[in-house]
C-alpha cells in the first residue's frame, strides 16, 4: 500500500483550507459574528465528501479479475478453472475501531452472484466465502451473510434470516446498484443498504437496509481478523461485472451526495 495520509488527515487539512480562504478573502469585513450552520453549510458546499479507493493488487485472487483506472475499477473478466469465485480486497488501512463507510457502485450486467462486506486483510484461498472465521458479509443473490467468527454469536437484524425468503434477493440483483457499506467496528455492526438502483436514487423508506451484529465479551484488537477492510467476492460466472469503490463519511450513509463524489 502507497504511503499517504489517511482519510480524515487529508479531509482535515482541506476542511481547513477552506475555512481559511474564506475568512481572509471572502467573507464581508463588517460581519462579526459566523454560527456554526455558516461553516458547516460552507463545508458542505467546497470540500469533498468522498474519493475513490484502489483495490489491492496483492490481496487477490490470481485469475479472472482484472484492474483498469489506476486501480480503482475491477472487472470480472473470464470464467475461472481455479474455482467457483474471485475476491479481492480494498486497498486501505485496516480498521479495528470507530465507524467508517464505503458507497460501492456496481455494474452487473448478468445479474450474477457476489459477496459484498469485510474481512481480515490476507491472502484468501479461491473461495473466500468458505474462510468465515474472517468474512464478514452479503449475498443477495442468495440472500446468505457469511459471518462465523469463532467464539461470536450474530443476529442479523430488521430481516430475521432463519427465513430466507423473507426479503426479496431481486433489488440486489439489478444490472446497476450503488450499495452503502457502514461497519461499526465499536458496537460490532455491519449495515448493507441498497440506495440506488438502475441510475435512480432510492428515496429513504424504499432502501433495503440490512444488519448484521456479534456479540462477544472481549475483542483482542490486535488479531488480525479483528481489523477489516472491504471484501469482495465475485462469482465464476459474472464475467462483465465491474465495482468502484468510494471511501465517505458515515454522516452520508443512505444520502444522496451533493456531488459527484
Excluded at 480562504?21 to 470540500?47: G, P
Excluded at 474519493?51 to 473470464?78: M, P, Q, W, Y
Excluded at 462477544?216 to 481478523?225: N, R
Excluded at 465491474?242 to 451533493?258: A, E, F, G, M
Aim: charged letters at 20%.
Amino acid at each position: 500500500m502507497s504511503a499517504h495520509l489517511s482519510v480524515v488527515d487529508e479531509d482535515m487539512i482541506h476542511t481547513e483550507c477552506i475555512i481559511e480562504h474564506w475568512f481572509r478573502n471572502v467573507m464581508d469585513k463588517h460581519m462579526q459574528f459566523i454560527s456554526i450552520t455558516n461553516v458547516s453549510s460552507l463545508i458542505a458546499e467546497y470540500c469533498k465528501i468522498g474519493r475513490r479507493i484502489a483495490f489491492s493488487t496483492i490481496f487477490k485472487s490470481d485469475h479472472g479479475l482484472k484492474l483498469t483506472e489506476n486501480n480503482e475499477c475491477v472487472e470480472k473478466i473470464s470464467q475461472l478453472s481455479h474455482g467457483y469465485t474471485a475476491w479481492i480486497l480494498a486497498d486501505i488501512k485496516p480498521v479495528s475501531s470507530g465507524v467508517h463507510c464505503w458507497r460501492v457502485a456496481m455494474d452487473n450486467p448478468k445479474r450474477d452472484y457476489i459477496i459484498i462486506g469485510v474481512s481480515a486483510q490476507k491472502r484468501f484461498g479461491n473461495e473466500s466465502y468458505n474462510e468465515t472465521d474472517y468474512l464478514w458479509g452479503y449475498a443477495g443473490y442468495t440472500n446468505a451473510w457469511y459471518a462465523a467468527h469463532a467464539g461470536r454469536s450474530y443476529t442479523h437484524g430488521k430481516c430475521q434470516f432463519s427465513d430466507v425468503m423473507s426479503i426479496s434477493t431481486t433489488p440486489f440483483v439489478k444490472e446497476n446498484v450503488v450499495i452503502d457499506v457502514y461497519l461499526d467496528c465499536d458496537r460490532h455492526e455491519l449495515k448493507i443498504c441498497l440506495i440506488e438502483s438502475m441510475h435512480q436514487f432510492l428515496p429513504y423508506d424504499k432502501q433495503i437496509e440490512l444488519i448484521s451484529t456479534y456479540k462477544v465479551d472481549t475483542v483482542d484488537k490486535t488479531d488480525a481478523d479483528a481489523c477489516f477492510v472491504p471484501h469482495f467476492n465475485i462469482h465464476r460466472d459474472a464475467t462483465g461485472l465491474t465495482l468502484r469503490v468510494w471511501q465517505i463519511s458515515p454522516w452520508w450513509y443512505r444520502k444522496k451526495l451533493t456531488s459527484n463524489y
